[in-house]
């Protein structure tokens, strides 16, 4: 049984840091595509950042480029997402999902992902 459990969100101000990780079992990942979402209270899940296969493409979304840092450690089956110069509108629900037959114009589909995490809360204040 695959599972995804992240970890890492907090409370944070802006213009601060935090790093959430996010541990696979329960299976093969190395070949998978990995990524991160986030979903704010009302709003619909975003893509925030991914790696195509197994190191592949790594695809960030507009609002985050240049502040977020995605990673993977196949040896470990944990994806990693760095988050600096945080802004409140980055405040979400932010899930890590996994997904093995993902072609990369899929990567920023939420549809396309096999499994999910359920979710760490980042919360940046003003």
């Known amino acids: 049984q695959v599972q995804l459990i992240e970890s890492g969100g907090s409370v944070v101000q802006a213009g601060g840091s935090l790093r959430l990780s996010c541990a696979a079992s329960?299976?093969?990942?190395?070949?998978?595509?990995m990524a991160w979402f986030r979903q704010a209270p009302g709003k619909e899940r975003e893509f925030v950042a991914g790696m195509f296969r197994n190191y592949g493409r790594t695809s960030y979304a507009d609002s985050v480029k240049g502040r977020f840092t995605f990673s993977r450690d196949n040896a470990k089956s944990t994806m990693f997402l760095q988050m600096n110069s945080l802004k409140a509108e980055d405040t979400a629900l932010y899930s890590c999902?996994?997904?093995?037959?993902?072609?990369?114009?899929?990567?920023?589909?939420?549809?396309?992902?096999?499994?999910w995490g359920q979710g760490t809360q980042v919360t940046v204040s003003s």
């Open positions: 329960g299976g093969t990942f190395s070949q998978s595509t």
């Open positions: 999902a996994v997904g093995s037959r993902i072609i990369l114009s899929q990567m920023q589909n939420p549809t396309a992902y096999d499994y």
